[in-house]
């Protein structure tokens, strides 16, 4: 099956390797979505493996957008987050390629998902500093600005508390679970990392993506931010859409 506005997205993740079928002019998912586990260790060998089985699930032999858990710069991962150190160097779209016989395009996780709400959810047509913060095991960032992504921003990374925590050890969904809190209670915590945020960049207005945005109203009331924030709705496809899209982009750029 290759038609020009349907993309394979896939989206890698520390746990599972998803993707579908995705219409481009629509944003939307048209096939089922299909899940294999993500291989222990997730090693790039077993990885490869394992993706090349998905693409052949769907009988696909076009061009395939993938998100990865990882700064990506021009195709190589600089960092591992919930897969095997290895990974750090290794060229993802030659080794993805090679394993599937198509054209693999590869960006970080987290700006996949913020793609997919620039483009056809939340974000779209909004322009200025515009963020998108997944709530999941960690807080994952996309930064853009008036519509253009500007690549592997680690907002989950920065410093709170003089220094003393990265900020995703003390806000992230797992954070709030591992300290038992309720959603109303994890709210002034997360509202002390949006003012953080507020304090660096000035946006206008932050998507909140990731598991933790379904529960957007039960902490919404903590939130003093003198920006925007509003959940992004796209849950847990958005990863896959995103980088279906990407894709299609770098494949109109003739990259």
Not at 197 to 212: A, E, H, M, T
Not at 236 to 251: D, H, L, R
Request: with cysteine; glycine share 14%; net charge neutral.
């Amino acid at each position: 099956m290759k038609k020009d506005n349907i993309i394979l997205g896939v989206d890698i993740g520390g746990t599972g390797i998803k993707g579908g079928l995705i219409d481009i002019t629509k944003g939307e998912m048209i096939s089922e979505r299909y899940r294999l586990a993500t291989p222990k260790p997730a090693t790039p060998e077993a990885v490869a493996e394992t993706f090349a089985e998905l693409v052949a699930h769907f009988k696909w032999e076009g061009p395939i957008g993938v998100g990865f858990p990882a700064i990506v710069s021009h195709g190589v991962a600089l960092s591992a987050a919930n897969i095997d150190k290895s990974w750090v160097g290794t060229n993802i779209e030659k080794l993805l390629s090679k394993a599937c016989g198509c054209h693999v395009h590869v960006l970080n996780d987290a700006d996949a998902a913020g793609v997919a709400s620039m483009h056809y959810g939340a974000g779209k047509g909004e322009m200025g500093v515009v963020f998108m913060l997944t709530i999941g095991t960690g807080i994952g960032s996309a930064l853009f600005m008036d519509g253009t992504l500007v690549p592997n921003t680690e907002l989950g990374h920065v410093f709170l508390k003089g220094q003393e925590q990265v900020a995703e050890k003390m806000v992230s969904k797992a954070a709030r679970k591992a300290q038992g809190l309720s959603w109303k209670e994890w709210g002034p915590h997360f509202n002390e990392y949006l003012l953080h945020l507020q304090r660096l960049f000035s946006p206008d207005l932050v998507i909140l993506g990731g598991g933790g945005s379904k529960n957007f109203d039960e902490f919404k009331d903590a939130i003093t931010t003198n920006y925007r924030v509003k959940p992004a709705g796209f849950l847990n496809k958005a990863g896959s859409v995103g980088a279906a899209y990407y894709a299609w982009e770098m494949e109109q750029k003739g990259n």
